[in-house]
């Protein structure tokens, strides 16, 4: 097959501003872990891709197949809210694009070897974070949250030192471009190079904005980049929130350009609900706490709007430089094209939550109410997912209190008496939209999942991986494609977490 593959190369095309062209390290000895059928289906390969040497080879840095062409992007970002400098592809490799039945998609390695944006980092990615990657991209995807998908998993003995001495695995990710704000940031604040920051922005739209190419003066032009990356990105946010998913590591480089989740590290769905959740161990100061998310998300567009500046003030690319002063009207313009962000969040958060509500219409207090319901969770932890997916059940019968499909929410809670004064006033503004129950409790199934990738489901399926098991990981990869269906059979996986599930703790390091 890849003989007949057709590669194209339109970042490399760039210029060697943009990346390093270098190859990858090979994985000693290496082996399949996972493959995503439906990833593969996306890039119009056919469902034995895998079944030869060659793939296997190319999959985990030994071998390139025809046309590929490995380089290493750099880029630059915020990380914690403070300016890090350059960074870039410290371990992932861009193979090049795959002429694809849907358009054209970056295929990258991570976790394949020393690049020179590696600084400290030796290159390499562990199986237990490479098994999360691909697991968690592949859901969200299921779940319908835009993300960068994950094509396969291999992984080698080879030892590699993290807080105990782990093991090797490269993941092979997939997404129309890997672009993020930091590349942005990079060619103003650390390379300082306007022509390369306006190519960049040019090859941005003409490639992944084209109804934007055709806006005549640049600083309009660039002005609407923004101003969709903003909206794209409040959706995202939206959509994460009402899933409750946290990214963990939100830093400027983890931003994609097209509003893709990506960079899956030490993200967490959450358990019981709590806003102030802080899935990464690293985050001592709960910066990425789940509540902070979306307006880390407007600090980050703040911080692309800055990097963006130059072109918004149509500074000349004599490669001098970037110039300081840059006009008060300018400024102005950055900040009104992200601002429409606040407005599309609050906008696809409730109707987000209208959904998972099950209100097919919007009306008067139908904040008020998502928001108590919210309260009430915080409150008494319930498990978010949980909550959600037994609501379906609820009966808008007047006085239907005490029905079996009532008593499993109301349940949930400790306080029995808070939830059947917010359960009259949802039975009310039910009964108002008149839609019958099963239809109700038909659309609400269709947007609350019932099954997430909780840490314990993870964590399981890599510590049987560790073992040489792959089943786990492969199950619960196509658990996790139908999120949505009750698959009888699998009650286990959308129980609430095991007792160990709170000792379980993720970082930075993968
Ligand atoms: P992250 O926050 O995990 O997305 O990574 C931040 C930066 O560190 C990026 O430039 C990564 O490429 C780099 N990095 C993370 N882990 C490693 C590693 N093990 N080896 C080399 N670079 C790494
Ligand atoms: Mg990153």
Not at 464 to 481: I, K, N
Request: some cysteine.
């Amino acid at each position: 097959m890849q003989d007949t593959l057709r590669w194209r190369h339109r970042f490399a095309e760039l210029g060697s501003r943009f990346y390093t062209e270098l190859p990858s390290e090979p994985l000693p000895d290496p082996h399949w872990v996972v493959v995503s059928p439906g990833c593969a289906a996306l890039l119009g390969w056919p469902a034995d891709w895998w079944h030869s040497p060659a793939a296997l080879a190319a999959f985990s840095g030994g071998a390139l197949w025809p046309g590929m062409r490995p380089l290493a992007s750099v880029y630059s970002g915020h990380q914690f809210g403070v300016w890090a400098g350059q960074l870039g592809d410290g371990r992932a490799l861009l193979l090049g694009e795959v002429e694809a039945p849907g358009g054209p998609l970056e295929v990258q390695l991570k976790g394949s070897g020393l690049t020179p944006y590696s600084r400290m980092g030796d290159g390499r990615a562990v199986l237990r974070s490479s098994i999360r990657e691909f697991l968690c991209s592949e859901a969200m995807h299921a779940l319908g949250i835009p993300t960068t998908r994950a094509l396969c998993v291999t992984a080698s003995a080879l030892p590699v030192r993290r807080e105990t001495i782990e093991t090797a695995a490269v993941a092979t990710r997939v997404a129309p471009s890997f672009l993020r704000f930091g590349h942005f940031e990079h060619f103003t604040h650390t390379a300082r190079d306007v022509a390369a920051l306006r190519a960049l922005a040019d090859a941005a739209i003409g490639q992944h904005f084209p109804e934007l190419a055709g806006i005549a003066g640049e600083a309009e032009r660039i002005a609407a980049l923004l101003e969709e990356v903003a909206r794209r990105t409040a959706r995202l946010m939206a959509q994460w929130q009402n899933v409750g998913f946290c990214h963990g590591v939100m830093n400027t480089d983890n931003m994609s350009l097209l509003g893709l989740t990506i960079d899956y590290g030490p993200f967490g769905f959450m358990d019981a609900f709590d806003p102030g959740h802080v899935c990464n161990h690293t985050d001592e100061q709960g910066r990425y706490a789940y509540a902070r998310q979306p307006s880390v998300a407007f600090w980050n567009l703040h911080a692309l709007a800055h990097a963006l500046l130059p072109l918004l003030a149509g500074q000349a690319g004599t490669g001098d430089g970037v110039p300081q002063e840059v006009p008060q009207d300018v400024q102005q313009m950055a900040l009104g094209a992200i601002e429409p962000y606040k407005e599309v969040f609050a906008d696809a958060m409730l109707g987000g939550l209208r959904a998972k509500l099950g209100f097919a219409e919007a009306r008067e207090g139908d904040r008020e109410l998502c928001d108590g319901l919210l309260r009430l969770m915080a409150a008494d932890h319930t498990d978010f997912t949980i909550t959600f997916r037994r609501l379906a059940s609820f009966s808008s019968e007047p006085g239907a209190g005490n029905s079996a499909g009532n008593e499993s929410v109301r349940d949930l809670f400790i306080d029995r008496a808070a939830f059947d004064a917010w359960a009259a006033r949802y039975g009310e503004r039910l009964r108002a939209e008149g839609r019958a129950d099963a239809e109700r409790a038909a659309a609400m199934q269709r947007v609350n999942p019932k099954f997430v990738l909780r840490n314990h489901l993870a964590e399981t399926a890599i510590r049987r991986a560790r073992e040489g098991d792959f089943s786990e990981v492969q199950r619960l990869h196509t658990l996790l494609e139908h999120p949505f269906d009750e698959q009888p059979g699998n009650e286990a996986d959308a129980g609430f977490p095991p007792d160990w599930a709170a000792q379980l703790e993720v970082s930075c390091s993968s």
